[in-house]
Every structure is written in C-alpha cells, then in structure tokens.
C-alpha cells in the first residue's frame, strides 16, 4: 500500500490532487484509516493515477476523464479511443475559434494604432527625493523581465496635476505608489511614460541624500536631475495597460496582518503555491488550512482557502511593517495596503488551488 505523499510523487498528482480526485470520486483510496482519516491506495491504483495525470494535462474534462478511467479498468478497448480522439477534435476546434477571434483583435489594434495621433508629451516637475524613493522601491519588484512583453519591463510614470503615480506590473502582480509632485511645466494635462528598469535604477541610486529632485519628460526622453548629479535615456515607445481600471475593485474584507510572523511562516514554505486560509483569523499552511497565525480576529466566519505565490506574497510584504490583507474573493485579486499611506498598494494574483 501507498501512503498519499507516496502515491503524490510517484503519480505527479500531488497530494492535493489526490484528496480533490477522492471527493469528487474519481480516484478513491483503497483504504481510508477510520481514526486519522489517511489515506493508502493500493499498488496497481498507481497506473490509473499516472494515466488521470496526463488526462488532466491534456485539459480533458472531469466527466470525461471517469468514463476513460472506467473503460481502462474495465479492458473496454473501443470506448477509450473514441473519448481521446473526441476530446482532441474538441482542442482543435478551440485552437482555431481561438485563432480567428486573436485575428480579428490584430485587425481591430491595427485599426485602432493607424487612427490615433500621437502629441508630443512633456512635463517638468520637482518631486521630493525620499518621496521618489520610496515610491521606486514599492513597485520596483512588480516589474516584468518577460522580453515578449517590453512595455512591462519598466516602471510607468503616471504624471497629473500635484501626484506621481508610479505602477509596475508583470501581469501576475501589480503595485502602485504615489509621491507628491510640484509642476514647473507641462504640455497640458496628463503625462505618462514607461521608464526602462535600468534607467529607474539608475535614477534610484540618485536618490541618497533626499533632495528635491527634478523630473523632465519630452517626448520619448526621460531626465532625472539632483544635486549628485543627472541620468537620462529614452522611454519605451509602447503604450502602458490602463491600470487605472485594473484597480477598479469593489470592496472586500480588510484583515491586519501581522508581517514579520507571515514573514517567517513563508520563509519555511518550500512549494511554489502556500495556503492563506482565511477565517477568524490568517493563517498559511497547508492544504487542510493547518499553520501558523499572521492576522487578528475578525469575527466568526467560514474559512476561504487561496492559493499565493510565496515568493511573490514576500516581495509584497517589504512594502512595510503594518498592513492590510483585503480579500475579495477566490479569483480576485489579494490587496496589500498600507493603512498609514495613501495610494501605496500591491495587486496578487491567486494561483487556482485545483488541481
């Protein structure tokens, strides 16, 4: 017999996956111990776990997968074949929907670029050299490095009226901060442009001593000047995503966390995904919800499980030593806030707990 962290790595399924296959029942244990509930599977469940792996892979459908597993056990050599070249054709016709749809936004993104003109945009402002900072270093760990996508492999500087937003993202996290500005000069309205990483670092490592600093914007080009001295360089020339309606979230539930202890809870995790469980109070652990406490009573309420990149959730933490965890839902967005500190967010993205 397997114990199920045995039957995990010998199968690729993961434990997990095995206690989501056992209650949805589509592959049940041989013997489930009645005082601790574990699990054992016996030795030749270990094909049909290997063969669910690849069927899951393969993106077939769950209903589908209990029919193929029943023709396996049974030695129906004729249902089997017919399931698998079903599902195929089902892939092929969704790859080429898929393509014709991805044309036809091509065709409309064309359209869209020919139609638009594009102004000059310029901007002379001076911003406080430790507001700059700070701001620099909360978002910086959010930008991309992906050389398929340039436009996030920078950090957008977003320039209206008296504020500086500066957002990074690299699709799976996003952060956001603002310092103050004061303008001496702009073409009219708002600026925005996407500052390279190594030129943000660049300027980063200017501001030492606090200064007031001053930003120009013309064009394509990017200036920062301080007292220890300037850089400059050009901008990336493609168009940031609207982050103004990705953050347009509706209100969810605030818990205060308490960082250094998630802090330590998430430097003993070793795989990719951890387990916030979020009840009473905040806790990461494992799949069943056991850990430690990170967060204060909230009130009596039903455990809600999400899954987090753990290294993701611990550059998001060095944003500061009081936060707020606002949840709002399994497939949303997690947000870090800053309860001391307007306009200083972090956006994570969930990662699906199944399997």
Not at 129 to 136: I, V
Not at 152 to 176: N, Q
Not at 196 to 210: E, K, N, Q, V
Not at 251 to 280: F, I, S, T, Y
Request: overall charge negative; aromatic content about 4%.
């Amino acid at each position: 017999m397997r114990s199920i962290g045995e039957m995990g790595r010998d199968s690729g399924l993961g434990v997990s996956a095995l206690r989501f296959y056992d209650r949805a029942g589509v592959l049940v244990p041989a013997w489930v111990d009645p005082v601790t509930g574990y699990r054992w599977y016996a030795p030749e469940q270990l094909g049909e776990a290997r063969l669910l792996a690849r069927l899951r892979r393969s993106g077939m459908p769950l209903a589908d997968i209990r029919l193929v597993l029943a023709g396996w056990a049974g030695g129906d050599t004729g249902l089997v074949p017919r399931l698998l070249d079903g599902h195929l054709r089902r892939l092929e016709r969704g790859l080429a929907e898929a393509r014709e749809e991805l044309s036809t936004v091509r065709a409309l993104l064309g359209h869209k670029e020919t139609s638009m003109t594009t102004a000059t945009a310029t901007a002379r402002l001076t911003v406080p050299g430790d507001g700059l900072a700070a701001a620099l270093d909360a978002v910086r760990y959010a930008a991309g490095s992906d050389p398929e996508l340039p436009v996030l492999c920078g950090i957008h500087f977003d320039i209206e009226g008296d504020a500086l937003h500066l957002v990074a993202t690299d699709r799976y996290r996003m952060a956001v901060a603002r310092t103050s500005a004061t303008t001496t000069g702009t073409g009219g309205g708002r600026v925005q442009v996407t500052v390279p990483t190594p030129l943000a670092d660049a300027m980063r490592a200017l501001l030492t001593d606090g200064a007031p600093a001053l930003l120009t914007v013309d064009g394509d080009g990017v200036e920062l000047e301080t007292q220890g001295g300037r850089v400059a360089g050009q901008s990336l020339g493609e168009d940031f995503p609207d982050y103004r309606r990705l953050t347009r979230l509706p209100e969810g539930r605030r818990l205060a966390l308490d960082v250094p202890a998630l802090r330590q809870a998430l430097g003993a995790q070793e795989a990719e995904v951890c387990v916030l469980v979020l009840a009473d109070e905040v806790t990461v652990g494992d799949e069943d919800g056991a850990g430690d406490r990170v967060g204060d009573r909230v009130g009596d309420r039903v455990a809600d499980r999400v899954g987090v990149n753990p290294a993701f959730l611990l550059d998001a933490l060095a944003a500061g030593e009081e936060l707020l965890l606002e949840y709002i839902g399994p497939k949303a967005p997690l947000v870090l806030l800053r309860p001391d500190v307007e306009d200083v967010f972090s956006l994570l993205m969930p990662v699906s707990l199944e399997p």
